[in-house]
């Protein structure tokens, strides 16, 4: 059995018995959802960078403001970790550094607020709380991931990053285009900005979506579907693809905590420019959500460091 479908398996097997109490619930205005990570999920046998991350949510819709410009807002708190790791180098003696790309874990907490404004228009404020180095408990994680697979020891972490505690603030906004009229395909502009201890970027893309789909006000693509209103029974599911491009300043999995004079992430220089593109498929009743996603980035650091690419699964219950 393959790595990635034990993964699979591993993923639904602890989430469905768990989701299946709240079977019985009628009020659905919350949903708790669980996404994994991983490069496994390309089917290539890559196991590089961005490793591996996992992430639970929970989110609620808040009752009406009492204002005609929110229609709604949905809070989302979330709790996760990633793994990134580098690749062996030849000459790293020359390079001075053995690998191309910092060990590092990152443990977050992040907590954003979501409003739905006229106009096909979506605003998210969210605080973000972040741990690097082995209080971020990366090593750990890896490990125990490889030992319950059977896989290879993950070694590299004696170069991990120091440990560093962040704030970071983002900002996202969101607007829709153009939809037609049998609602099968759409498109929109997206930007965001992050500015904070752990990461500092912006970046703009455009969602194209194709299939059964709902506005922004009441996709799982936004998690507009999350209202105070009465559930909403109709199912949709879309392919997505999305490009995007972003001005990164700084990434603290890469240099280190902002002003520790890391000096291991002193001996690595980011890439300031990233293309990436995000293809997808999701399928979501009143209940239920799920899809996958495939990342594909260009490189995150300059020299000899490889394209970033990673695979999605996600799994949602709404209650």
């Not at 209080?135 to 120091?162: C, D, N, P, V």
């Not at 594909?296 to 460091?305: D, G, I, Q, R």
């Amino acid at each position: 059995m393959s790595v990635a479908l034990r993964s699979l398996l591993l993923l639904y097997g602890i989430i469905f018995p768990f989701f299946l109490v709240f079977g019985q619930v009628r009020l659905r205005n919350q949903e708790l959802s669980i996404q994994n990570d991983n490069d496994v999920y390309l089917l290539i046998g890559q196991d590089r960078y961005y490793t591996n991350g996992i992430n639970v949510n929970y989110r609620i819709a808040l009752p009406p403001s009492g204002t005609s410009e929110i229609s709604n807002t949905v809070l989302d708190f979330e709790l996760g970790q990633r793994i990134y790791n580098g690749i062996s180098m030849m000459d790293y003696r020359r390079q001075n550094k053995k690998y191309d790309r910092p060990f590092a874990g990152y443990l977050y907490l992040s907590a954003a607020a979501t409003h739905f404004l006229k106009a096909e228009q979506v605003v998210e404020l969210k605080v973000e709380f972040g741990q690097i180095g082995s209080r971020s408990y990366g090593e750990e994680a890896q490990k125990f991931i490889h030992h319950l697979f059977g896989m290879y020891e993950a070694t590299g972490w004696e170069t991990e990053l120091r440990n560093a505690f962040g704030v970071d603030l983002q900002a996202k906004y969101l607007k829709g285009i153009y939809r037609n009229e049998t609602q099968s395909f759409d498109l929109g502009v997206i930007g965001e900005g992050v500015l904070g201890m752990n990461n500092t970027n912006i970046e703009a893309g455009i969602p194209i979506r194709a299939g059964k789909l709902k506005s922004y006000h009441a996709s799982t693509f936004t998690h507009g579907h999350l209202t105070q209103a009465r559930s909403d029974n109709e199912k949709e599911w879309y392919f997505v693809y999305q490009p995007s491009f972003a001005r990164v300043f700084y990434n603290s999995t890469i240099q280190g905590g902002l002003g520790k004079d890391d000096p291991i992430g002193a001996l690595y220089q980011i890439e300031p420019w990233m293309l990436s593109h995000r293809i997808g498929f999701s399928w979501s009743n009143h209940k239920v959500n799920y899809g996958i996603n495939y990342i594909f980035n260009s490189k995150e650091l300059k020299s000899v460091f490889h394209r970033h690419q990673y695979g999605q699964i996600f799994f949602t219950y709404r209650f």
